[in-house]
Protein backbone atom coordinates (compact mmCIF):
# COMPACT_ATOMS: atom_id res chain seq x y z
CA UNK A 1 0.00 0.00 0.00
CA UNK A 2 1.18 3.71 -0.81
CA UNK A 3 2.47 5.71 1.96
CA UNK A 4 0.24 8.66 1.17
CA UNK A 5 -3.16 5.74 0.95
CA UNK A 6 -1.56 5.05 4.51
CA UNK A 7 -1.15 8.76 6.15
CA UNK A 8 -4.87 9.59 4.30
CA UNK A 9 -6.65 6.39 5.77
CA UNK A 10 -4.81 7.77 8.84
CA UNK A 11 -6.23 11.14 8.93
CA UNK A 12 -10.21 9.74 8.69
CA UNK A 13 -9.54 8.03 11.49
CA UNK A 14 -8.15 11.22 13.34
CA UNK A 15 -11.50 13.10 12.15
CA UNK A 16 -13.48 9.92 12.97
CA UNK A 17 -12.06 9.87 16.56
CA UNK A 18 -12.78 14.01 16.86
CA UNK A 19 -16.15 13.50 15.65
CA UNK A 20 -16.35 10.51 18.57
CA UNK A 21 -15.07 13.08 20.98
CA UNK A 22 -17.21 15.99 19.34
CA UNK A 23 -20.45 14.07 21.01
CA UNK A 24 -19.32 12.61 23.80
CA UNK A 25 -19.23 16.23 24.86
CA UNK A 26 -22.09 17.70 23.15
CA UNK A 27 -24.16 15.38 24.61
CA UNK A 28 -22.36 15.28 28.38
CA UNK A 29 -21.57 11.66 27.80
CA UNK A 30 -18.72 11.88 29.26
CA UNK A 31 -16.34 14.54 30.86
CA UNK A 32 -13.99 16.14 30.18
CA UNK A 33 -10.82 13.61 31.79
CA UNK A 34 -12.69 10.81 29.86
CA UNK A 35 -12.88 12.52 26.49
CA UNK A 36 -8.95 13.36 26.82
CA UNK A 37 -8.28 9.93 28.24
CA UNK A 38 -10.29 8.33 25.06
CA UNK A 39 -8.46 10.44 22.69
CA UNK A 40 -4.87 9.31 24.50
CA UNK A 41 -5.88 5.81 23.83
CA UNK A 42 -7.42 6.03 20.42
CA UNK A 43 -4.52 8.26 19.11
CA UNK A 44 -1.60 5.70 20.67
CA UNK A 45 -2.86 3.21 17.94
CA UNK A 46 -1.61 5.44 15.26
CA UNK A 47 1.80 4.15 16.06
CA UNK A 48 1.27 1.07 13.80
CA UNK A 49 0.65 2.00 10.65
CA UNK A 50 3.18 5.21 10.67
CA UNK A 51 6.19 2.44 11.82
CA UNK A 52 4.58 -0.46 10.03
CA UNK A 53 2.34 1.10 6.77
CA UNK A 54 4.78 4.04 5.65
CA UNK A 55 7.93 2.61 3.80
CA UNK A 56 9.77 6.18 3.11
CA UNK A 57 11.40 7.05 6.64
CA UNK A 58 10.64 10.90 5.96
CA UNK A 59 6.68 10.36 5.63
CA UNK A 60 6.80 8.95 8.92
CA UNK A 61 7.20 12.02 10.36
CA UNK A 62 3.94 13.57 9.06
CA UNK A 63 2.07 12.41 11.62
CA UNK A 64 3.44 13.37 14.90
CA UNK A 65 3.95 16.60 13.80
CA UNK A 66 1.09 17.05 12.72
CA UNK A 67 -0.50 16.36 16.32
CA UNK A 68 2.63 18.60 17.48
CA UNK A 69 0.91 21.67 15.71
CA UNK A 70 -3.02 20.27 16.29
CA UNK A 71 -2.44 19.92 19.64
CA UNK A 72 -1.23 23.28 20.07
CA UNK A 73 -3.92 24.77 18.46
CA UNK A 74 -6.50 23.02 19.73
CA UNK A 75 -4.96 23.58 23.55
CA UNK A 76 -4.06 27.02 23.23
CA UNK A 77 -6.12 28.19 20.66
CA UNK A 78 -9.64 27.13 22.03
CA UNK A 79 -10.58 25.01 19.64
CA UNK A 80 -10.07 21.99 21.72
CA UNK A 81 -13.11 23.06 23.68
CA UNK A 82 -15.34 21.63 21.40
CA UNK A 83 -14.21 18.67 21.78
CA UNK A 84 -14.04 18.81 25.61
CA UNK A 85 -10.58 19.85 25.98
CA UNK A 86 -11.12 22.39 28.73
CA UNK A 87 -8.65 21.59 31.48
CA UNK A 88 -6.07 23.81 30.75
CA UNK A 89 -3.72 22.61 33.17
CA UNK A 90 -2.90 19.31 30.83
CA UNK A 91 -2.74 21.09 27.88
CA UNK A 92 0.98 20.74 28.08
CA UNK A 93 0.82 17.43 27.77
CA UNK A 94 -0.80 16.65 24.92
CA UNK A 95 2.09 18.95 23.00
CA UNK A 96 4.43 16.99 24.70
CA UNK A 97 3.24 14.02 23.78
CA UNK A 98 3.32 13.67 20.14
CA UNK A 99 7.18 15.21 20.43
CA UNK A 100 8.14 11.93 22.51
CA UNK A 101 6.74 10.27 19.55
CA UNK A 102 8.46 12.08 17.22
CA UNK A 103 11.49 11.09 18.75
CA UNK A 104 10.70 7.25 19.47
CA UNK A 105 10.01 7.30 15.17
CA UNK A 106 13.62 9.39 14.87
CA UNK A 107 15.62 6.87 16.86
CA UNK A 108 13.63 3.44 14.71
CA UNK A 109 13.80 5.82 11.13
CA UNK A 110 17.68 5.74 12.34
CA UNK A 111 17.74 2.20 13.26
CA UNK A 112 18.58 2.52 17.03
CA UNK A 113 15.62 0.84 18.35
CA UNK A 114 13.26 -1.54 16.74
CA UNK A 115 9.94 -1.81 15.51
CA UNK A 116 8.39 -3.47 18.54
CA UNK A 117 10.08 -1.21 20.68
CA UNK A 118 9.04 1.93 19.82
CA UNK A 119 5.53 1.08 19.49
CA UNK A 120 5.77 -0.62 22.60
CA UNK A 121 6.28 2.50 24.25
CA UNK A 122 4.20 4.58 22.59
CA UNK A 123 1.49 2.29 23.61
CA UNK A 124 2.45 1.57 27.38
CA UNK A 125 1.98 5.34 27.24
CA UNK A 126 -1.40 5.34 25.50
CA UNK A 127 -2.92 2.23 26.79
CA UNK A 128 -1.32 2.55 30.60
CA UNK A 129 -1.65 5.94 31.37
CA UNK A 130 -5.10 5.91 29.97
CA UNK A 131 -6.62 2.96 31.74
CA UNK A 132 -4.46 3.91 35.51
CA UNK A 133 -5.93 7.43 34.77
CA UNK A 134 -10.07 5.95 34.03
CA UNK A 135 -9.77 2.91 36.54
CA UNK A 136 -7.92 5.50 39.53
CA UNK A 137 -10.75 8.16 38.80
CA UNK A 138 -13.69 5.62 38.97
CA UNK A 139 -12.83 2.45 40.97
CA UNK A 140 -9.57 3.80 42.65
CA UNK A 141 -10.00 3.81 46.80
CA UNK A 142 -6.33 3.45 47.93
CA UNK A 143 -4.88 6.55 47.10
CA UNK A 144 -1.14 8.06 48.18
CA UNK A 145 0.83 10.44 47.00
CA UNK A 146 4.91 10.08 45.86
CA UNK A 147 7.12 13.04 46.15
CA UNK A 148 3.91 15.61 47.01
CA UNK A 149 3.39 15.13 43.00
CA UNK A 150 -1.04 14.40 42.02
CA UNK A 151 -2.40 12.02 43.79
CA UNK A 152 -2.35 8.43 42.65
CA UNK A 153 -4.22 4.90 43.40
CA UNK A 154 -3.14 1.50 44.01
CA UNK A 155 -6.13 0.55 41.54
CA UNK A 156 -4.92 2.80 39.14
CA UNK A 157 -0.63 2.14 39.14
CA UNK A 158 -2.00 -1.89 39.08
CA UNK A 159 -4.01 -1.33 35.53
CA UNK A 160 -0.94 0.83 34.41
CA UNK A 161 1.19 -2.36 35.32
CA UNK A 162 -1.09 -4.88 33.76
CA UNK A 163 -1.69 -2.54 30.82
CA UNK A 164 1.64 -2.30 30.32
CA UNK A 165 2.88 -5.84 30.58
CA UNK A 166 -0.01 -7.01 28.00
CA UNK A 167 1.76 -4.24 25.53
CA UNK A 168 4.92 -5.91 25.73
CA UNK A 169 4.12 -9.23 26.36
CA UNK A 170 2.24 -9.11 22.83
CA UNK A 171 4.04 -6.77 20.75
CA UNK A 172 7.61 -7.53 21.29
CA UNK A 173 9.39 -11.03 21.24
CA UNK A 174 10.97 -10.35 24.44
CA UNK A 175 11.27 -12.49 27.04
CA UNK A 176 8.32 -12.61 29.64
CA UNK A 177 10.62 -11.30 32.14
CA UNK A 178 11.39 -8.30 30.52
CA UNK A 179 7.81 -7.17 29.68
CA UNK A 180 7.15 -7.73 33.85
CA UNK A 181 10.55 -5.16 34.05
CA UNK A 182 9.29 -2.67 31.55
CA UNK A 183 6.17 -2.67 33.19
CA UNK A 184 7.28 -2.71 36.75
CA UNK A 185 9.72 0.34 35.49
CA UNK A 186 7.01 2.21 33.35
CA UNK A 187 4.89 2.29 36.27
CA UNK A 188 7.19 4.01 38.64
CA UNK A 189 8.07 6.12 36.15
CA UNK A 190 5.05 7.37 35.65
CA UNK A 191 4.34 7.88 39.89
CA UNK A 192 7.51 10.02 39.58
CA UNK A 193 6.91 12.14 36.62
CA UNK A 194 5.30 15.50 37.21
CA UNK A 195 1.84 16.41 34.77
CA UNK A 196 1.88 16.28 31.65
CA UNK A 197 6.03 15.48 32.00
CA UNK A 198 5.20 11.44 32.07
CA UNK A 199 4.03 11.88 28.26
CA UNK A 200 7.82 12.20 27.89
CA UNK A 201 9.48 10.09 30.43
CA UNK A 202 7.10 7.09 29.83
CA UNK A 203 7.18 6.17 26.36
CA UNK A 204 10.74 7.02 25.89
CA UNK A 205 12.37 5.53 28.85
CA UNK A 206 10.07 2.48 28.53
CA UNK A 207 11.03 1.84 24.77
CA UNK A 208 14.75 2.84 25.64
CA UNK A 209 14.73 0.14 28.30
CA UNK A 210 12.92 -2.24 26.56
CA UNK A 211 15.64 -2.43 23.44
CA UNK A 212 18.08 -2.74 26.04
CA UNK A 213 16.57 -5.63 27.37
CA UNK A 214 15.96 -7.32 23.99
CA UNK A 215 19.26 -6.85 23.18
CA UNK A 216 20.83 -8.51 25.95
Known sequence: MESWIVIAMCGLYVCLEALVAFILNKFHLVKSEGIRK?????????????IYGIKEP??????????????????YGGVGKVIGLSDEKRHIGLVIYPLSVLFLVFLFNKGYMSAESAASGVLIMGLGDGMAALIGTKWGKHKYKVFKLGEKSVEGTFSMFVASFLVVYIISPCRVLAALFVALFSSLVENIS?????????????SLLL??????
Open 38 to 50: FIHIATSFLIFPV
Open 58 to 75: ALRYVGPLFFVFFNAIAS
Open 194 to 206: PSGVDNATVPILS
Open 211 to 216: EVLCRL
